[in-house]
Nanobody, 125 residues
Framework: EGSCRRLEGGLVQAGGSLRLSCAAS????????TGWFRQAPGKEREFVASIKWNGGRTWYADSVKGRFTIYRDNAKNTVYLQMDYLKREDTAVYTC??????????????????WGHGTQVTVSS
């Protein structure tokens, strides 16, 4: 039916930018609600951003609002997370996730059905 694959993490200096991509297989991905989560060392996984299947609405954690942008290209079965003005505290393993139905609470991990492989993002000072 489909799965998420993460692409493109990396190392970047504070204040810099990085774009993460989450490419999915399966014909129905374009109908899935999709989100990004991250987990820093010693911390729990936390919500970063999410987007409706048609891109019509987005949600962001307060810590990234105004700096990160989530968007999607359903023709390419890909969801992106553009990260600008990165801070050291953004260092974490980032993972994309998808849900068949719109979550009631977008930040809850148990609302998502599919999880991609995490990618390390390291922000240096």
């Amino acid at each position: 039916e489909g799965s998420c694959r993460r692409l493109e993490g990396g190392l970047v200096q504070a204040g810099g930018s990085l774009r993460l991509s989450c490419a999915a297989s399966g014909r129905t991905f374009g109908r899935w609600f999709t989100g990004w989560f991250r987990q820093a060392p010693g911390k729990e996984r936390e919500f970063v951003a999410s987007i409706k299947w048609n891109g019509g609405r987005t949600w962001y954690a307060d810590s990234v609002k105004g700096r990160f942008t989530i968007y999607r290209d359903n023709a390419k079965n890909t969801v992106y997370l553009q990260m600008d003005y990165l801070k050291r505290e953004d260092t974490a393993v980032y993972t994309c996730a998808a849900a068949r139905r719109d979550p009631r609470l977008v930040w809850r991990t148990d609302e998502y059905d599919y999880w991609g492989h995490g990618t390390q993002v390291t922000v240096s000072s």
